[in-house]
T-cell receptor
Framework: DAGITQSPRHKVTETGTPVTLRCHQT?????MYWYRQDPGHGLRLIHY???????DKGEVSDGYSVSRSKTEDFLLTLESATSSQTSVYFC??????????????FGPGTRLTVL | DQQVKQNSPSLSVQEGRISILNCDYT??????FLWYKKYPAEGPTFLIS?????DKNEDGRFTVFLNKSAKHLSLHIVPSQPGDSAVYFC??????????????FGQGTTLQVKP
């Protein structure tokens, strides 16, 4: 199994508060991704990173920011949490853009509830 | 605009029979397709993939079929086992120039295999 951990695993917060989720990998992989999973939507990409300090937006990036100061850590920040950001958040990594495949390996997820 | 669709939210089959999960896509730039399996409270795990240059890929009990003209792929599980009960996500990727490894996921299909 790919060495990916996410913290916290569960969090309950109030509307308007800032929240930071952490993804940590021990694989030294270049690419990291943040997804959210919601019923009826599957997994949707929020932001991704293709190297230290190199990040870009995904399809549902509004209200989220990310940072990657080290290869092993990718942080997702909700500057001011809203109830619509209640979701399960998954981090994923892929080692390269090998033409043979773009398999991503996922962390265990963080369940976030915004009251 | 949902570029990858799994139109069946759920599927129930008897143990030992075949499970067929379907997925449709709209973007003709997609050239690599993946299936993920997800158990409750865990991250998705990679199951099988197929490149657009193939129409079939097999791995043990799992076979993925790709029909490019119909923009349709399916996952066959034979024989189905109770441990296969999970949510299955179809995902697609465009690996051309500027490949960033981004995956577009379908909504998921919940498979229940009854003993």
């Amino acid at each position: 199994d790919a060495g990916i951990t996410q913290s916290p695993r569960h969090k309950v917060t109030e509307t308007g508060t800032p929240v930071t989720l952490r993804c940590h990998q021990t694989e030294n992989h270049r690419y990291m991704y943040w997804y959210r999973q919601d019923p009826g939507h599957g997994l949707r990409l929020i932001h991704y990173s293709y190297g230290v300090k190199d990040t870009d937006k995904g399809e549902v990036s509004d209200g989220y920011s990310v940072s990657r100061s080290k290869t092993e850590d990718f942080l997702l920040t909700l500057e001011s949490a809203t109830s619509s950001q209640t979701s399960v958040y998954f981090c994923a990594i892929t080692s390269s853009l090998d033409p043979m495949g773009n398999e991503q390996f996922f962390g265990p997820g963080t369940r976030l509830t915004v009251l | 605009d949902q570029q990858v669709k799994q139109n069946s939210p759920s599927l129930s089959v008897q143990e030992g029979r075949i499970s067929i999960l379907n997925c449709d896509y709209t973007n003709s730039m997609f050239d690599y397709f993946l299936w993920y399996k997800k158990y409750p409270a865990e991250g998705p795990t990679f199951l099988i993939s197929i490149s657009s240059i193939k129409d079939k890929n097999e791995d043990g009990r799992f076979t993925v079929f790709l029909n490019k003209s119909a923009k349709h792929l399916s996952l066959h599980i034979v024989p189905s086992q109770p441990g296969d009960s999970a949510v299955y996500f179809c995902a697609a990727s465009a690996r051309g120039s500027g490949n960033t490894g981004k995956l577009i996921f379908g909504q998921g299909t919940t498979l229940q295999v009854k003993p």
